[in-house]
């Protein structure tokens, strides 16, 4: 901050010699004035990332005005976001990379074969919903392992999804399942490890059922986060990210440094979305544009 306030007090070759030429145009470009009723500044993006938002961490703030705010940063996406929220995203000009709006929450998943008929169901009559919404995504949970085995939770989740998969085809829609911790936020979730993920990928055996890899949850499982991207990046269909330890700004208070972990993202040839999933601790919406500059690699 004190930095920031003696550049602000500075113009021309005195502001140069201190800061050099790139760091003082970015300066200068980060201090653009607001756009009208948002407290946002206009941002050029790099355009190699797709840039989305998770609508909970930013559930305070109304929809719309979330929205005006985002196309305003450069993001394209709100996601986690239901058939309702959809007709607002799109007035906008938005996209939801990552809708919600179908199956039984985290807990209960597809590793409990008993929930099948009513999980298979619930997507079936969302999927013409998302098409028609000009939508090819829809997340999904394993759920909790409740004494399960890894290799039957597997077994589990590779039958009801397969009974989807030929829906999911038709109306041209990609599942796709996170991974979370069972560490800190999410005890006795089933899908916390990335191997375990490929796992159920390969016994799906569809390109219309991919994993979410959530950046914060697998640093607390797994770490070796950009090693484990380049390895199993064909079976990542979407991106969340997070400050760790907290899940707050992902910025240099916490053990994360996404810039190289974005450039390895982009280096695999992902076309999808990263989005942004950290609950802010400071001003939301400036918080949010400074983690979206840091991942514009």
């Given at each position: 901050?004190?930095?920031?306030?003696?550049?602000?007090?500075?113009?021309?070759?005195?502001?140069?010699?201190?800061?050099?030429?790139?760091?003082?145009?970015?300066?200068?470009?980060?201090?653009?004035?607001?756009?009208?009723?948002?407290?946002?500044?206009?941002?050029?993006?790099?355009?190699?990332?797709?840039?989305?938002?998770?609508?909970?961490?930013?559930?305070?703030?109304?929809?719309?005005?979330?929205?005006?705010?985002?196309?305003?940063?450069?993001?394209?996406?709100?996601?986690?976001?239901?058939?309702?929220?959809?007709?607002?995203?799109?007035?906008?000009?938005?996209?939801?990379?990552?809708?919600?709006?179908?199956?039984?929450?985290?807990?209960?998943?597809?590793?409990?074969?008993?929930?099948?008929?009513?999980?298979?169901?619930?997507?079936?009559?969302?999927?013409?919903?998302?098409?028609?919404?000009?939508?090819?995504?829809?997340?999904?949970?394993?759920?909790?392992?409740?004494?399960?085995?890894?290799?039957?939770?597997?077994?589990?989740?590779?039958?009801?999804?397969?009974?989807?998969?030929?829906?999911?085809?038709?109306?041209?829609?990609?599942?796709?399942?996170?991974?979370?911790?069972?560490?800190?936020?999410?005890?006795?979730?089933?899908?916390?490890?990335?191997?375990?993920?490929?796992?159920?990928?390969?016994?799906?055996?569809?390109?219309?059922?991919?994993?979410?890899?959530?950046?914060?949850?697998?640093?607390?499982?797994?770490?070796?986060?950009?090693?484990?991207i380049r390895e199993?990046?064909?079976?990542i269909g979407h991106y969340h990210t997070?400050?760790?330890?907290?899940?707050?700004?992902?910025?240099?208070?916490?053990?994360?440094?996404?810039?190289?972990?974005?450039?390895?993202?982009?280096?695999?040839?992902?076309?999808?979305?990263?989005?942004?999933?950290?609950?802010?601790?400071?001003?939301?919406?400036?918080?949010?544009?400074?983690?979206?500059?840091?991942?514009?690699?």
């Amino acid at each position: 901050m004190i930095r920031r306030t003696a550049l602000k007090t500075l113009t021309g070759s005195a502001a140069l010699s201190l800061v050099g030429t790139e760091t003082f145009a970015q300066f200068m470009k980060e201090s653009e004035p607001a756009a009208p009723g948002t407290g946002v500044a206009p941002t050029l993006l790099k355009g190699r990332i797709n840039h989305s938002v998770c609508r909970w961490c930013y559930s305070k703030i109304p929809l719309e005005d979330l929205a005006k705010a985002a196309k305003e940063i450069g993001i394209k996406s709100i996601e986690l976001t239901g058939p309702d929220e959809w007709p607002i995203l799109k007035k906008y000009g938005l996209t939801s990379a990552l809708p919600q709006g179908a199956g039984k929450g985290i807990e209960n998943g597809f590793n409990d074969p008993k929930l099948h008929d009513e999980l298979v169901a619930s997507y079936e009559a969302i999927f013409p919903k998302l098409k028609d919404a000009g939508l090819n995504t829809i997340i999904c949970f394993s759920g909790n392992r409740r004494g399960m085995s890894d290799a039957d939770g597997i077994a589990n989740c590779a039958k009801g999804l397969k009974r989807l998969m030929p829906s999911a085809e038709k109306y041209g829609i990609t599942m796709i399942m996170e991974l979370l911790n069972s560490k800190v936020n999410h005890k006795d979730y089933m899908c916390d490890h990335t191997a375990w993920g490929v796992e159920l990928c390969k016994a799906v055996g569809s390109d219309n059922f991919k994993l979410l890899y959530d950046i914060y949850h697998m640093q607390i499982m797994e770490g070796d986060i950009i090693r484990t991207i380049r390895e199993n990046s064909k079976y990542i269909g979407h991106y969340h990210t997070g400050g760790n330890p907290g899940r707050n700004e992902i910025d240099d208070t916490q053990e994360i440094y996404y810039p190289a972990v974005m450039k390895a993202i982009v280096d695999t040839g992902f076309k999808g979305y990263v989005a942004q999933e950290f609950i802010p601790k400071r001003d939301p919406l400036v918080s949010l544009k400074e983690a979206v500059l840091l991942c514009d690699v």
